[in-house]
């Protein structure tokens, strides 16, 4: 039976997507195992930044991961917030738009999280 190097080239591409695949699985298994690990914990903080960063991504057109049909650039934002809480710790949540812009810098208020997930950020009254 002969190989060819078309079918070597092949199986090898499906290999590594298959690998990929099974890699971004286990790592937000990972992730999740992680934050459930941890206790929900409502602190009082500050709101220490408030900022949007754009992400740019190139994606081939046609689903021709060769680039032979080019690429669209495709960009989304993402939001994130960065916390001081009343121990001097620093704690950083990414959010949806909604989240981040309801918040101003500088507020005080009750945040509530558990590892690396924000739940919620109630602003001080008064």
Same mark, same amino acid.
């Given at each position: ?42 602190? @009082? ?9 754009? @992400? ?71």
């Amino acid at each position: 039976m002969r190989f060819s190097i078309f079918m070597i080239v092949f199986v090898f591409a499906v290999l590594v997507i298959i690998g990929a695949v099974i890699a971004l699985v286990a790592i937000s298994v990972s992730k999740k195992k992680k934050n459930d690990a941890y206790p929900v914990l409502t602190v @009082h903080a500050v709101l220490v930044s408030n900022y949007r960063r754009e @992400h740019t991504t190139m994606m081939p057109n046609a689903g021709d991961v060769t680039g032979a049909h080019g690429y669209t650039n495709v960009s989304s934002d993402r939001y994130d917030l960065a916390f001081r809480t009343d121990a001097g710790y620093m704690l950083y949540f990414t959010v949806y738009q909604d989240v981040c812009g309801s918040i101003s810098e500088g507020a005080g208020g009750l945040l509530t999280y558990q590892g690396e997930r924000f739940f919620s950020f109630a602003p001080d009254v008064g």
